[in-house]
């Protein structure tokens, strides 16, 4: 098999203001997004939520589901720094697409933009943390849950990336409303000397090139440029065309969404809250996760022997560990493999699509 498996609040959804987000609304109902060559029929949707209970927001996503419909949705989170697109490369949309491959493997999908991020509203920096956006996440489920987003879904899987998954973690690990965690990308324990490459690259919105004319809050974050292999892709092959493409669709994090995020890996277990099914899935050279005092990334019973302290026997927690690649695993030649080992844990957890 190639996952391994252990035997071992916030405020809820606020439902008011639906005058206010009428308003928001006008003239952003959903649109179908460009037609995909696999036939799965994806729309951009936008969804109101409340920030902190005071400030209304729209958050964008893309829907896409295979032509014979699902009854299992993935709601997927990006990371720092990343956007929807994370989750539906189109270079090589075969290999990197995990989006294309669940539509394939006949579940729905749901790519985020966090707020501050892609299409989404664009608050000021400061009012966002990792507790702050899992809140949002949890609307945007509970809209799932109320058939206010596309068709009703029967079981929802939420997974995340990074950041996404320290999100993801807390959504789960607090309101109790999900079927399944799928968590990439994150691990609780640290490697300082990979971890430091990857803040290092670092740098105020208002230094980037392209991103400095969009007229953010100067507070966001971006990465430098030229960076992106060094922090989230080494050490997989170099290809350019894959750099450049990950250079050109990067997006920006808020600082606070990192500060309780890294607290949230090393110091707060959350992740032992969850109470449904969760596959936690690294790359084997991720360099800010792995290491002989961080995560055995060795192979994925290491991997298991790492996490499942973390973790309770509700969780029935699944590794998986994809060899010979760094942080941004959705970017690797051999992703196929950790898209097949997420389709066979939901299948044997009784969530296919």
Same mark, same amino acid.
């Given at each position: 098999?190639?996952?391994?498996?252990?035997?071992?609040?916030?405020?809820?959804?606020?439902?008011? /203001?639906?005058?206010?987000?009428?308003?928001?609304?006008?003239?952003?109902?959903?649109?179908?997004?460009?037609? @995909?060559? #696999?036939?799965?029929?994806? @729309? #951009?949707?936008?969804?109101?939520?409340?920030?902190?209970?005071?400030? $209304?927001?729209?958050?964008?996503?893309?829907?896409?589901?295979?032509?014979?419909?699902?009854?299992?949705?993935?709601?997927?989170? $990006?990371?720092?720094?990343?956007?929807? =697109?994370?989750?539906?490369?189109?270079?090589?949309?075969?290999?990197?697409?995990?989006?294309?491959?669940?539509?394939?493997?006949?579940?729905?999908?749901?790519?985020? #933009?966090?707020?501050?991020?892609?299409?989404?509203? !664009? $608050?000021?920096?400061?009012?966002?943390?990792?507790?702050?956006?899992?809140?949002?996440?949890? @609307?945007?489920?509970?809209?799932?849950?109320? /058939?206010?987003?596309?068709?009703?879904?029967? !079981?929802? %899987?939420?997974?995340?990336?990074?950041?996404?998954?320290?999100?993801?973690?807390?959504?789960?690990?607090?309101?109790?409303?999900?079927?399944? =965690?799928?968590?990439?990308?994150?691990?609780?324990? %640290?490697?300082?000397?990979?971890?430091?490459?990857?803040?290092?690259?670092? %740098?105020?919105?208002?230094?980037?090139?392209?991103?400095?004319?969009?007229?953010?809050?100067?507070?966001?974050?971006?990465?430098?440029?030229?960076?992106?292999?060094?922090?989230?892709?080494?050490?997989? $092959?170099?290809?350019?065309?894959?750099?450049?493409?990950?250079?050109?669709?990067?997006?920006?994090?808020?600082? /606070?969404?990192?500060?309780?995020?890294?607290?949230?890996?090393?110091?707060?277990?959350?992740?032992?809250?969850?109470?449904?099914?969760?596959?936690?899935?690294?790359?084997?050279?991720?360099?800010?996760?792995?290491?002989?005092?961080?995560?055995?990334?060795?192979?994925?019973?290491?991997?298991?022997?790492?996490?499942?302290?973390?973790?309770?026997?509700?969780?029935?927690?699944?590794?998986?560990?994809?060899?010979?690649?760094?942080?941004?695993?959705?970017?690797?030649?051999?992703?196929?493999?950790?898209?097949?080992?997420?389709? @066979?844990?939901?299948?044997?957890?009784?969530?296919?699509?």
């Amino acid at each position: 098999m190639p996952w391994r498996h252990s035997r071992a609040n916030r405020r809820p959804l606020r439902r008011a /203001g639906a005058v206010l987000f009428a308003i928001l609304l006008a003239g952003s109902l959903p649109a179908p997004a460009q037609a @995909q060559p #696999d036939a799965a029929s994806c @729309q #951009d949707v936008t969804i109101p939520v409340w920030l902190d209970a005071l400030l $209304p927001q729209l958050v964008h996503g893309t829907l896409c589901a295979p032509p014979q419909g699902a009854r299992t949705v993935q709601v997927l989170v $990006p990371g720092a720094t990343y956007n929807n =697109v994370y989750w539906d490369a189109a270079l090589a949309p075969e290999t990197r697409s995990f989006r294309l491959a669940m539509n394939k493997a006949g579940y729905a999908t749901l790519a985020l #933009d966090r707020l501050g991020t892609g299409a989404s509203s !664009k $608050p000021p920096s400061a009012l966002l943390t990792a507790f702050t956006e899992a809140d949002v996440v949890h @609307q945007v489920i509970q809209a799932i849950r109320h /058939g206010d987003v596309g068709p009703r879904f029967d !079981k929802v %899987i939420l997974g995340g990336h990074s950041l996404g998954s320290a999100i993801t973690v807390l959504e789960a690990g607090t309101y109790h409303d999900v079927d399944g =965690v799928l968590i990439t990308g994150l691990a609780h324990h %640290i490697n300082p000397p990979g971890a430091l490459i990857i803040f290092g690259s670092f %740098i105020p919105v208002a230094l980037d090139p392209k991103l400095s004319r969009l007229g953010l809050d100067p507070t966001y974050l971006t990465t430098q440029p030229g960076t992106r292999y060094t922090a989230f892709h080494a050490p997989g $092959p170099d290809v350019p065309e894959m750099t450049a493409y990950d250079e050109a669709s990067k997006d920006v994090v808020a600082p /606070g969404e990192l500060l309780d995020a890294a607290a949230l890996a090393t110091v707060l277990p959350y992740s032992w809250r969850i109470t449904v099914p969760v596959l936690v899935v690294l790359g084997g050279g991720d360099a800010g996760l792995c290491g002989p005092l961080a995560t055995d990334c060795t192979s994925s019973e290491g991997l298991l022997r790492s996490e499942a302290p973390y973790y309770s026997a509700a969780a029935r927690l699944r590794t998986y560990v994809l060899p010979g690649y760094g942080h941004s695993i959705n970017y690797a030649p051999n992703a196929p493999d950790y898209h097949r080992a997420v389709t @066979q844990w939901a299948g044997t957890m009784g969530l296919s699509g």
